[in-house]
């Protein structure tokens, strides 16, 4: 595709337009006469921003501002949180969730990514980090992205607010916004995910069927296979013509 900017013609590759890269090309007039050259610039295009959360599995985990420890938690998840300047409610609700419902931890019979922090009773840190939120120019950070701190501090208190009355208040810990923290994380692991809330309708769509069949699997595992043999033999017809117990019939071999 080719726009035109004044003295510059723009092409942008489909590539690099998904990752928000728009180049610059203007014919340069060479020594050679007709022969022309590229002169390229790389523009960052305004792209959809996502509320990101970094979710790290930890033994313990604590956040210090100077020289006092003002949180910590032992057995749990750390995350860290970055508000962007386009989050709404809708993307706050699907990050606590997720959060609360992420199956990172065993069960009691050492079954892996079987249980959530829910599941186990452990503990939650949230420390808000609007780094996350970043774009790159040259080598420099810029964090135009992320909302205000005037905009991102009750927001952010209301997410804490929403995962409290979601589980249990007490297990839901967090650090001292825009404060200068040292964040001590023993990852246990190392486990680390990486969630971004849904970046329009069709996403939602998507992730919402999705979350339904994951639903009926998990409902299903749930169950049991032998609830699952028993609710199957109930749907089946009889045949009139198998053959009785005295005949030879070895169904009763195949219960478990």
Same mark, same amino acid.
């Given at each position: 595709?080719?726009?035109?900017?004044?003295? @510059?013609?723009?092409?942008?590759?489909?590539?690099?337009?998904?990752?928000?890269?728009?180049?610059?090309?203007?014919?340069?007039? =060479? =020594?050679?006469?007709?022969?022309?050259?590229?002169?390229? *610039?790389?523009?960052?295009?305004?792209?959809? #921003?996502?509320?990101?959360?970094?979710?790290? *599995?930890? =033994?313990?985990?604590?956040? =210090?501002?100077?020289?006092?420890?003002?949180?910590?938690?032992?057995?749990?998840? +750390?995350?860290?949180?970055?508000?962007?300047?386009?989050?709404?409610?809708?993307?706050?609700?699907?990050?606590?969730?997720?959060?609360?419902?992420?199956?990172? !931890?065993?069960?009691?019979?050492?079954? #892996?990514?079987?249980?959530?922090?829910?599941?186990?009773?452990?503990?939650?840190?949230?420390?808000?980090? !609007?780094?996350?939120?970043?774009?790159?120019?040259?080598?420099?950070?810029?964090?135009?992205?992320?909302?205000?701190?005037?905009?991102?501090?009750?927001?952010?208190?209301?997410?804490?607010?929403?995962?409290?009355?979601? @589980?249990?208040?007490?297990?839901?810990?967090?650090?001292?916004?825009?404060?200068?923290?040292?964040?001590?994380?023993?990852?246990?692991?190392?486990?680390?995910?990486?969630?971004?809330?849904?970046?329009?309708?069709?996403?939602?769509?998507?992730?919402?069927?999705?979350?339904?069949?994951?639903?009926?699997?998990?409902?299903? *595992?749930?169950?049991?296979?032998?609830? +699952?043999?028993?609710?199957?033999?109930? *749907?089946?017809?009889?045949?009139?013509?198998?053959?009785?117990?005295?005949?030879?019939?070895?169904?009763?071999?195949?219960?478990?």
């Amino acid at each position: 595709m080719m726009i035109m900017f004044g003295h @510059y013609t723009s092409m942008v590759w489909p590539s690099r337009a998904r990752a928000g890269v728009l180049c610059l090309c203007r014919w340069m007039a =060479t =020594t050679s006469g007709p022969l022309r050259a590229w002169e390229v *610039r790389r523009v960052a295009l305004p792209t959809t #921003t996502t509320m990101k959360a970094i979710i790290q *599995r930890v =033994t313990k985990a604590s956040v =210090t501002v100077g020289d006092e420890e003002v949180s910590s938690i032992g057995r749990g998840l +750390c995350v860290l949180l970055g508000i962007s300047v386009e989050d709404t409610q809708k993307d706050a609700d699907y990050l606590v969730r997720k959060i609360l419902n992420l199956r990172l !931890f065993e069960d009691e019979n050492g079954r #892996t990514w079987s249980k959530s922090v829910m599941d186990r009773d452990f503990e939650v840190l949230c420390v808000s980090q !609007f780094t996350l939120q970043f774009v790159l120019k040259g080598n420099k950070p810029d964090f135009h992205a992320a909302m205000p701190a005037e905009l991102a501090q009750p927001f952010y208190n209301s997410i804490l607010e929403n995962m409290r009355s979601s @589980y249990k208040p007490e297990l839901i810990k967090d650090g001292t916004f825009g404060g200068y923290m040292q964040v001590h994380i023993q990852n246990d692991g190392p486990v680390t995910i990486e969630l971004r809330s849904p970046t329009g309708p069709s996403d939602l769509k998507q992730l919402s069927k999705q979350e339904k069949q994951q639903q009926r699997k998990e409902k299903t *595992r749930s169950k049991g296979p032998s609830e +699952c043999r028993e609710k199957g033999a109930g *749907r089946s017809r009889p045949d009139p013509n198998a053959s009785s117990g005295a005949d030879g019939d070895v169904s009763s071999e195949r219960e478990p």
